[in-house]
């Protein structure tokens, strides 16, 4: 059977929608129309109670009450309520943050805002594997520190930090633990209460739901958070965030949870598989390094440098067969290096042939055969003209 390509294995960019996700969602854009808010009529009843049930099912998956579920736009907006939520919320100006330079823009750039408005922020470097060190933690922290930001799984390397770890500091000293957990839950197991997480944000369009809806978990016990509103009016979602809910992303992005509460383990389960595969056969071509390699990683992803290889080229030549993604961010006109593998201690020149490959609930063992082929073709092709190649004029 012919394969239909490009492969995609850009699945921490976005995963497809489950098609069970699809269809527990049409109602609700069409007969279901009702506003969630609306207390009066069948119609909102109706709305409200599905959004409930969602919201049963996305704090299942996480280990969280319902009541500490709020919804967001996604994770970047759930992450900018956490930390200007916090922030706004403690008197003064001076608030101190500490976070890691890999963590995802969401939260880099959400503390760039707090230090223009005063606060101060500490970037903790990482170690080459992509890990940071605890005692490097600990010594951060003073007596304004407020939050501490601290990613489950990095996007681009699959590392997972040691969240029990930095919990158990951030609890030693009472401060508050965010975690952006968006690419680890529904792919590992993820629980705030054993975590000891406080503040959670998570998308649903990076566990197989739609774009556009995302929560954040904000911790009600041992201790109660308390955060300012980023968005007035209304008061929905317990005063946290105000605006009609998006009542079909809401009930995809409760399907998409039960769905991964259900099949998570088996899934992790076969897609570490295909991606060992993947990574023991382009092995064998030697000059190859695995970015994160031997430390805990999500069991889906991938980051590889190829040694002797042309990224631009490559992207170009693979192309049409495999949808993936570079190390690296063009922007405007340049190539910027990816500041996570740069922060491992990476070299612009690796970097630029480094990629990512991320596989998913959809990916076949064909799929993936597939990739390695093309891969592995390419990267012999590059090698080859390096080594006999056209004369250069210097
Ligand atoms: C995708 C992603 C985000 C942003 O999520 P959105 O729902 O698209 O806003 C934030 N953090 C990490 C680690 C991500 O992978």
């Given at each position: 059977m012919a394969l239909k390509l490009p492969v995609y294995l850009d699945n921490n960019a976005t995963t497809p929608m489950d098609p069970r996700v699809l269809d527990e969602m049409l109602p609700y854009f069409s007969e279901?129309?009702?506003?969630?808010?609306?207390?009066?009529?069948s119609f909102g009843w109706e709305a409200e109670e599905a959004v409930d049930i969602a919201r049963e099912q996305v704090a299942a998956l996480v280990g969280?009450?319902?009541?500490?579920i709020i919804f967001t736009s996604g994770a970047t907006e759930a992450v900018n309520l956490a930390v200007k939520g916090v922030c706004d919320n403690v008197?003064?100006?001076d608030h101190h943050i500490i976070t890691v330079v890999t963590e995802h823009k969401a939260v880099l750039d959400t503390c760039k805002h707090i230090e223009k408005t005063g606060g101060n922020v500490t970037y903790l470097p990482v170690k080459p594997n992509g890990l940071i060190s605890l005692k490097e933690l600990e010594s951060a922290?003073?007596?304004?520190?407020?939050l501490i930001a601290v990613m489950?799984?990095?996007?681009?390397?699959?590392v997972i930090q040691p969240i029990r770890e930095i919990a158990a500091i951030a609890r030693k000293y009472g401060i508050l633990f965010l975690s952006d957990a968006t690419q680890a839950v529904g792919k590992i197991p993820v629980n705030v209460q054993m975590d000891s997480i406080d503040l959670m944000a998570f998308s649903a369009h990076k566990l197989y739901g739609p774009k556009g809806v995302g929560a954040l978990y904000v911790r009600?016990?041992?201790?109660?958070v308390t955060l300012t509103a980023q968005i007035d009016g209304g008061g929905h979602e317990r005063n946290m965030r105000s605006g009609t809910l998006n009542v079909p992303g809401i009930v995809g992005f409760g399907k998409a949870c039960e769905i991964c509460s259900n099949e998570m383990a088996a899934d992790s389960k076969r897609l570490s598989k295909l991606r060992n595969a993947f990574e023991v056969e382009l092995l064998v071509l030697n000059d190859i390094s695995i970015n994160?390699?031997?430390?805990?990683?999500?069991?889906?992803a991938t980051n590889i440098s190829f040694g002797y290889v042309d990224g631009e080229k490559m992207i170009f030549e693979a192309g049409s067969d495999i949808a993936f993604s570079r190390s690296s961010a063009c922007t405007s006109a340049t190539l910027e290096p990816s500041y996570v593998l740069k922060a491992m201690g990476i070299s612009d020149e690796a970097i630029h042939h480094s990629f990512r490959f991320s596989f998913g609930r959809f990916t076949t063992e064909d799929q993936t055969n597939h990739a390695i082929k093309v891969i592995s073709k390419i990267v012999k092709e590059h090698r080859h003209e390096r080594d006999h190649g056209h004369h250069q004029i210097v």
């Open positions: 279901k129309f009702g506003n969630a808010a609306s207390k009066t009529h969280a009450h319902p009541q500490e008197a003064g100006s922290i003073t007596e304004n520190t407020i489950y799984a990095n996007n681009e390397t699959g009600k016990k041992n201790p109660s994160g390699e031997d430390i805990p990683r999500l069991p889906h």
